[in-house]
């Protein structure tokens, strides 16, 4: 069974990130991608999946699916309304800068004031509805990113020792258990616990993930070969990334880079059936 699709956010344009106006008629499978994601809910209810949790979801909650962490829509009211922000690593690197610890960590969902929702979401309005001049959008998206990042990384809801561990594990992803530990001063069980109860993920799987989008950037960079790719990655060996390459995703490294399946897994939309109770 796959854990989650790898479906790079959608960005179209010749800009560094792109906003979205989802209205549910088809959603994108269980996912995961390197590019960080913002979610504004401006209409309705519902519900995300996020690794073994599921969270429900309102007019006014503004979610964030940081690099790897696999998200889904399970649920959605007739009323229900969305904004999509993604940005690239880079660009989201860039517009944060001097931020503290790293711009990838800090609360999954938090609940907006009224006057912030408003603000946040006549600026996806504009950007949604924006022209094709590639420095207006990323100016505008700058800013948005910047005001939504500043009020969600004001709520404290994750645990410290979560925080410590995503900073952790972006910068050196290869770090076992044993060594994250050490660098966030916590015992690996209680890091492990923590992090699965804020992310709804292991912290095994996620840091898999981590590297998985390393290996995949490397090789799409003009890596020598696939052996020097996961080495770069953060893996031991390129039997250890071949083993879980084709446990998350269903398939070898060699048919994802090389066959039509790597398009078919990044284009893949299933039809929305609305929940029972929601006719």
């Not at 910068?171 to 992310?199: K, N, W």
């Not at 490397?218 to 083993?243: I, K, M, P, W």
């Amino acid at each position: 069974m796959l854990e989650a699709l790898y479906q790079p956010f959608p960005i179209t344009t010749r800009a560094r990130g792109q906003v979205w106006h989802h209205v549910p008629a088809t959603r994108r499978p269980r996912h995961f991608h390197a590019e960080p994601e913002l979610n504004l809910v401006t209409g309705g209810t519902g519900a995300f999946a996020m690794g073994a949790k599921v969270l429900p979801i309102a007019a006014g909650d503004l979610l964030w699916w940081p690099p790897g962490q696999d998200h889904m829509l399970v649920d959605a009211s007739p009323d229900f309304d969305l904004f999509v922000i993604g940005v690239t690593a880079d660009f989201s690197s860039r517009v944060l800068s001097g931020t503290p610890e790293s711009g990838c960590v800090g609360p999954i969902l938090v609940r907006l004031a009224p006057a912030d929702l408003a603000a946040l979401e006549g600026a996806c309005a504009a950007l949604n509805s924006a022209s094709n001049d590639t420095a207006a959008i990323e100016h505008l998206l700058g800013d948005l990113w910047h005001r939504a990042q500043t009020l969600r990384r004001a709520a404290h809801s994750m645990h410290v020792v979560t925080r410590r561990t995503l900073v952790s594990l972006y910068e050196r992803p290869e770090l076992a258990r044993c060594e994250v530990a050490q660098l966030v001063r916590a015992y690996p069980t209680e890091i492990s616990r923590r992090f699965h109860g804020d992310m709804g993920v292991t912290l095994s799987a996620f840091r898999s993930r981590l590297r998985l989008l390393r290996f995949i950037e490397a090789v799409d960079g003009g890596a020598e070969n696939l052996l020097t790719a996961a080495l770069g990655a953060g893996f031991g060996s390129y039997s250890q990334c071949h083993r879980i390459f084709q446990r998350t995703f269903g398939c070898t490294p060699r048919l994802f880079f090389e066959t039509p399946l790597r398009d078919q897994m990044q284009d893949a939309l299933e039809p929305w059936e609305q929940p029972p109770g929601h006719g």
